[in-house]
T-cell receptor
Framework: EDQVTQSPEALRLQEGESSSLNCSYT??????LFWYRQDPGKGPEFLFT???AGEEKEKERLKATLTKKESFLHITAPKPEDSATYLC??????????????FGTGTLLAVQP | DAMVIQNPRYQVTQFGKPVTLSCSQT?????MYWYQQKSSQAPKLLFH???????NEADTPDNFQSRRPNTSFCFLDIRSPGLGDAAMYLC???????????FGPGTRLTVL
């Protein structure tokens, strides 16, 4: 069964303290892996898409990497405004075109000043 | 800016009273989705439209229905809301079925 697991469930950092969030997945053929940021009471905001092992993407203090079994979201020198829930989702190959995203339950990040 | 808009942002309804949530998009995307997200849970896909072609998830209750009258608008109808239907409802769009999905701000539904 296709599955996405994110760890840790919650992470508290001091401002400037770099860390990484993990997204491990089991899927029968990965089409793409997506990272979203979700603020309380709002919809997910798209961050990155990764398609193949070894791929990396960066945006400001965030860097996403992908292997054949997991993805990491590295946060360098975080600021309080980086506090949010970070969601990982995978899209798998099935017979015929499909679009279904399988989401993890997210990592709740709190960055303290 | 191109975007996904959901109205209302907050909706309160009574147990069993039908409710309709609205989603519109200025992205001109072909695909529109409805997700349900309960507190601290992952978003759960209810159904999606590829253009006018409706695709229902197997485990979506019959109580949930959707309409897409044109490219820009999509509606979620909950025929007889129960207490368990209280959740955030998210609309998303994508260019094609395998492309990145962009989400709206969500509608928080409360059932009294």
């Amino acid at each position: 069964e296709d599955q996405v697991t994110q760890s840790p469930e919650a992470l508290r950092l001091q401002e400037g303290e770099s860390s990484s969030l993990n997204c491990s997945y089991t899927v029968s053929g990965l089409r793409g892996l997506f990272w979203y940021r979700q603020d309380p009471g709002k919809g997910p905001e798209f961050l990155f898409t990764l398609y193949s092992a070894g791929e990396e993407k960066e945006k400001e203090r965030l860097k996403a990497t992908l292997t054949k079994k997991e993805s990491f979201l590295h946060i360098t020198a975080p600021k309080p405004e980086d506090s949010a829930t970070y969601l990982c989702a995978v899209q798998a190959h099935y017979g015929g075109a499909t679009n279904k995203l399988i989401f993890g339950t997210g990592t709740l990040l709190a960055v303290q000043p | 800016d191109a975007m996904v808009i959901q109205n209302p942002r907050y909706q309160v309804t009574q147990f069993g009273k039908p409710v309709t949530l609205s989603c519109s998009q200025t992205l001109n995307h072909n695909v529109m989705y409805w997700y349900q997200q309960k507190s601290s849970q992952a978003p759960k896909l209810l159904f999606h439209y590829y253009d006018k072609d409706f695709n229902n998830e197997a485990d979506t209750p019959d109580n949930f229905q959707s309409r897409r009258p044109n490219t820009s608008f999509c509606f979620l109808d909950i025929r007889s809301p129960g207490l368990g239907d209280a959740a955030m409802y998210l609309c998303a769009t994508s260019e094609g079925v395998t492309d990145t999905q962009y989400f709206g701000p969500g509608t928080r539904l409360t059932v009294l």
